[in-house]
């Protein structure tokens, strides 16, 4: 009971940081359309804000791993929120400059803090408490993630999508006067960030202060290589599974808004309001999962989830109007829980691998920076923009093979 006690306050901690970073992900889907439209991007142009940040992930997370190995989880955790108030002040210059490029630059800062914060939290909360409800308690904390996917598209569509100016406006204007009124909007990502930045590095300041648990596995295990580690077969597939859910996740919400205008749909709310309420069904599912596995175990639930969602994704292809929306806000349900469990399963058993199993999960985030790219050149190439949906639905087919099968803890000789 003390040492239950004793893991409360870092547990506090830990979780917060999945809201943070939560938020940081979930303002792209507001974020994209305002630089879509400031710099005039085509869908496959505005998707390099994934591409930068989920680009991040592959590079940042085997150092990211290092980091939490040679001198611990605080000390990573520090260094990750650093980076990441770093790339929030790097909006100042991305802005004063009118350059997407360097707001490429920015974002790619922010998600080489975002690698080492998930390298280090996920596994960290895992470790936190008995060993039986680590997925349980890492879906808990995730939930908490969750309600940053409410928070954010609400106060982005506030504070980052102002009202600008129609095409036909800009195009009736000089160049100059078309600059200055593009400035403008971009002008408009400055506060937001500079305030999450300030934020940022009050978090660290608590961490500095503040004693965590070390609970690095102390095993030795001198012969630990990526290839070695990956002996582990329900490792390899939880690798393989995270990489293209994460693609199915991002292409989900990322493009979001982008497919409301695309599409037409007339709703009696703005299109980043019903951002916010995909967000919200994000946190029912992430809470409700949580509950489910104490009567259901997590790779049956996740293979269960992964099936509605593929039936969901077909709705969205071949639907129109409102029902493909309601289909959209289902799967943000359903999607829920995928993360964590496949986070929680891959790393099951591993003993001294853990950390570099953790850095390579973290790693096939990667997915975010591909699949919606070929979400965008299938829309962009066909003209149809419901048919990128085939991408998350290619997707939830191989994290229901991991449900069924990859998940099964056996090591390769």
């Known amino acids: 009971m003390q040492k239950t006690k004793s893991y409360l306050i870092p547990f506090i901690l830990i979780t917060s940081l999945f809201f943070l970073w939560g938020f940081a992900h979930n303002l792209d889907p507001v974020l994209i359309p305002h630089l879509k439209h400031s710099f005039s991007l085509t869908t496959t142009q505005a998707t390099l804000v994934d591409s930068a940040i989920f ?10 791993g290092y980091i939490m190995k040679k001198w611990g989880y605080k000390i990573g955790i520090i260094s990750g929120l650093l980076l990441f108030s770093i790339g929030s002040f790097l909006f100042i210059p991305a802005a004063n400059h009118q350059s997407y ?43 908490f993630n969750g309600l940053a996917v409410v928070l954010a598209p609400l106060l982005g569509e506030k504070y980052i999508l102002i009202q600008g100016h129609t095409d036909a406006e800009l195009d009736a204007m000089t160049e100059s006067a078309k600059k200055v009124a593009l400035a403008s909007e971009a002008a408009s990502v400055k506060m937001p960030y500079i305030i999450l930045a300030l934020v940022l590095l009050i978090v660290a300041a608590l961490f500095y202060f503040i004693k965590l648990p070390d609970l690095r596995n102390k095993e030795v295990n ?21 990489f293209f859910y994460v ?35 994000f946190l ?31 709705i ?6 409102m029902i493909t929306l309601y289909a959209l806000i289902g799967i943000c349900f359903f999607m829920s829980i995928m993360f964590p469990t496949i986070f929680s399963l891959g790393i099951k058993d591993l003993g001294a691998d853990t950390e570099m199993a953790s850095s390579l999960i973290v790693m096939s985030i990667v997915g975010g920076a591909i699949m919606p790219r070929i979400f965008g050149i ?10 990128g949906y085939l991408v998350p639905l290619f997707c939830f087919i191989v994290v229901a093979y991991f449900g069924w099968k990859g998940y099964k803890v056996k090591q390769e000789n």
């Not at 680009?55 to 990211?64: G, K, Q």
């Not at 936190?128 to 808990?140: D, H, Y």
């Not at 497919?259 to 703005?270: E, H």
């Not at 299938?378 to 048919?387: A, E, N, Y």
């Open 55 to 64: 680009i991040a992930y592959f590079f940042m997370a085997l150092p990211a």
């Open 101 to 143: 490029n360097y707001f490429l630059i920015a974002l790619f800062v922010i998600a080489c803090g975002l690698t080492i914060l998930e390298t280090a939290a996920n596994p960290y909360v895992s470790a936190l408490g008995n060993p039986t409800n680590s997925t349980q308690r890492l879906n808990l904390a995730q939930s």
């Open 222 to 242: 001198n012969s630990s290589s990526i290839l070695k580690t990956f002996r582990h077969r329900h490792l390899t597939w939880a690798v393989i599974a995270q």
């Open 247 to 281: 693609g199915a996740q991002v292409s989900i919400f990322s493009l979001f808004i982008v497919y409301i205008k695309d599409a037409k749909i007339v709703t009696s709310l703005s299109p980043a309001k019903y951002a916010s309420i995909a967000g919200l069904a």
């Open 284 to 314: 029912i599912g992430r809470f409700a999962g949580t509950a489910f596995m104490k009567f259901l175990a997590p790779h049956k639930l996740l293979f269960i989830y992964s099936l509605i969602s593929i039936m969901l994704c077909g």
């Open 316 to 321: 969205v292809i071949a639907g129109n109007g």
């Open 378 to 387: 299938i829309s962009d190439t066909t003209g149809k923009f419901q048919l």
